[in-house]
């Protein structure tokens, strides 16, 4: 089981999804650590990885 604790002051569509399956890909060896780095240079969402899929992910909480 992965755990990811993700905190923003807020959140683009999908994006928890992009990051969780990004992470997941670089830990599974299918993309380098550069990816993250590379998709936020370039702001270019097709650099990241999968979206990982909506089971499974709890919003926890929503603070103002």
Known sequence: ???FEIT???FCHQMVRSIVGTLVEIGRGVQGVDAVA???T???RSLAGQLA???GL???EVGY
């Open 1 to 3: 089981m992965l755990t």
């Open 53 to 55: 899929p909506p089971c």
């Open 42 to 44: 370039h702001a270019d």
């Open 58 to 60: 709890i919003l926890w």
């Open 8 to 10: 923003a002051t807020a």
């Open 38 to 40: 590379a998709a936020l």
